[in-house]
């Protein structure tokens, strides 16, 4: 069993930057890939980034440029800068490691305009 406990979420103007982080504990050597997903209000569940065990690393269209995904092995943690942010941006984010699917429970993200 995995857990991954999100933060770093919060309210910010348009133009503004936050950094979420996601911790993971637990059955730790199962994780590989892992990921941020978002979702907006009304919208389905959507990709944001991924990043391997090895650093690479894929973006959606819509956050590439803005958005960067980032791991750090030793602290089993992974991090999403988010700079230049949109109100279209809000969404609660999670994150979620691929093979043994594991979610987080979520950090909101609101952007005003």
């Known amino acids: 069993q995995v857990r991954l406990v999100e933060s770093g979420g919060g309210l910010v103007q348009a133009g503004g930057s936050l950094r979420l982080s996601c911790a993971a504990s637990g059955s730790i050597f199962s994780i590989n890939t892992m990921a941020w997903y978002r979702q907006a209000p009304g919208k389905q569940r959507e990709l944001v980034a991924t990043i391997t065990t090895g650093g690479s690393t894929y973006y959606v269209d819509s956050v590439k440029g803005r958005f960067t995904i980032s791991r750090d092995n030793a602290k089993n943690t992974i991090y999403l800068q988010m700079n230049s942010l949109k109100p279209e941006d809000t969404a609660v984010y999670y994150c979620?490691?691929?093979?043994?699917?594991?979610w987080g429970q979520g950090t909101q993200v609101t952007v005003s305009s």
């Open positions: 979620r490691t691929y093979g043994d699917v594991y």
